[in-house]
Every structure is written in C-alpha cells, then in structure tokens.
C-alpha cells in the first residue's frame, strides 16, 4: 500500500546532539513534501518544504530535509538540538491526483525528546 | 497571526450520543479540510472543502459522520452515533486553494467516548 514512514518512533538526545529523523515514502512520480512539528502543548505547524528545485531546503529554527528521489527519502536534520525542539515531528506527502484535491499523507510522527 | 480556530477544545461523551465539533478557518482561506488523528498515528484525512463544495471525503465513514460547509466559511464536523473507536483528536486546517498550499492546523478537538 501506498505510505509514508517514519522509522524512529522515538528519540532521546541530549542538547548540542545532531539530529536525523528518517521519512520514506511508496508514491511514484511527482510528490510534494513537508515537515511538521508539533511542540507540546501547541498545534501542527508546517517546519519546511519541498515543491521542487534544490533538493536541500531550509526550514524554520535550523532545521533542514533533503529529498533523495531514488530513495524515496527526505530525511530531517539538524546538526545541534536544543531542549526546546523537543516535540513530535510529522512527514507528509502531497501525492495530487488531479481534480482539486491537496490531501496530505502523514506519517506516524517521532517523538523526539531533547535533555537538558 | 491569523489561525484556524476550533471549538470545543475538549469533548466527553457516552457511546451512542451525537457530537459537533466546528471549525472557523483563516479569514480568505477557500480550502477546508478535517483530518482525524488517533493517539500514536498522524493525521488522516477525513474531508476536504472547497468553498461550500465537497471534494474529497472518501475516507469520511458517511454512515455515522458528517460534514458541512454552508456559507463556505466555518465548518462543522458531526458525529452521530459516536462509537468508542471514535476518540482521538479531530483537526481541522485550511489553506488558500486546492493546488498544492501550506494547510493551516487549528488547535484540534480532543473526543472521548466512554
């Protein structure tokens, strides 16, 4: 079935740790993808983007995600983590089927949680 | 900033009574969309609005959920009966248009049903 995967159900890190949170998904041909976070407390927020062009986007807070067509992948990183990017963090995909719908397909999310 | 609101924040209810949950998306938003997320799983769609009209609830279990959009402004999402299985967080987002747009998450409404 078509899907979006998240490995990492949880992750623990201590600060100034690098952070990779992994996202695969099955759909063929042109998607769109997103990140977003949701810090506690508050609602889903988007955290980047993908639409096209440079496969390395640059989102809010320092995050970033690069899209690896032929893996299927667009992994999220951050190369130090601080105690308030402890959250929950969505990939999703856009798979627009034609017609007018903008669906987007979620992931199960990863629990990250940063000590101090 | 403008956000979607929602209301009610939290909902208890008993298996087999109705519930309504709404939804009053940013202002100039055309695109409206329901999603509903169970603990541990992300969000799934359950209906999407363009303006007044209905374009994809193919996901909304249409024997005991529905969903309306009259004046193609807020929204509401109703369940009746509600069952157990029904208690999880309903989303709602919205976003300029159907092509592909940022979504806008409300805050959530958080069902249970004993």
């Known amino acids: 079935a078509q899907s979006v995967s998240q490995h990492n159900h949880h992750v623990i890190l201590s600060e100034a740790a690098s952070l990779e949170l992994g996202c695969n998904y099955s759909?063929?041909?042109?998607?769109?993808l997103f990140w977003y976070v949701q810090y506690p407390g508050q609602h889903l927020q988007l955290l980047l983007k993908?639409?096209?062009?440079?496969?390395l986007v640059k989102g809010i807070k320092g995050f970033e995600a690069e899209f690896i067509k032929s893996k299927f992948s667009f992994n999220l990183r951050k190369p130090s983590v601080q105690w308030s990017d402890t959250a929950e963090y969505f990939c999703?995909?856009?798979?627009?089927?034609?017609?007018?719908?903008?669906?987007?397909?979620f992931g199960t999310g990863t629990l990250l949680a940063v000590q101090p | 900033e403008a956000e979607v609101a929602q209301s009610p924040r939290y909902k208890i209810t008993e298996k087999s009574q109705a519930v309504a949950f709404w939804c009053d998306p940013i202002?100039?938003?055309?695109?409206l969309y329901w999603y509903r997320q169970i603990l541990g799983q992300g969000p799934e769609l359950l209906v999407q609005f363009q303006d007044e009209s209905v374009v994809d609830d193919s996901q909304l279990p249409k024997d005991r959920f529905s969903a309306e959009r009259l004046k193609g402004v807020d929204s509401t999402l109703k369940i009746q009966p509600a069952e157990l299985g029904d208690s999880a967080m309903y989303l709602c987002?919205?976003?300029?248009?159907?092509?592909?747009?940022?979504?806008?998450f409300g805050p959530g409404t958080r069902l249970t049903v004993l």
């Open positions: 759909y063929g041909g042109t998607v769109n």
């Open positions: 202002s100039g938003h055309a695109t």
């Open positions: 999703a995909v856009n798979k627009n089927y034609g017609g007018a719908t903008n669906k987007l397909i």
């Open positions: 993908y639409f096209s062009g440079d496969p």
């Open positions: 987002a919205s976003s300029l248009g159907t092509s592909v747009n940022e979504q806008f």
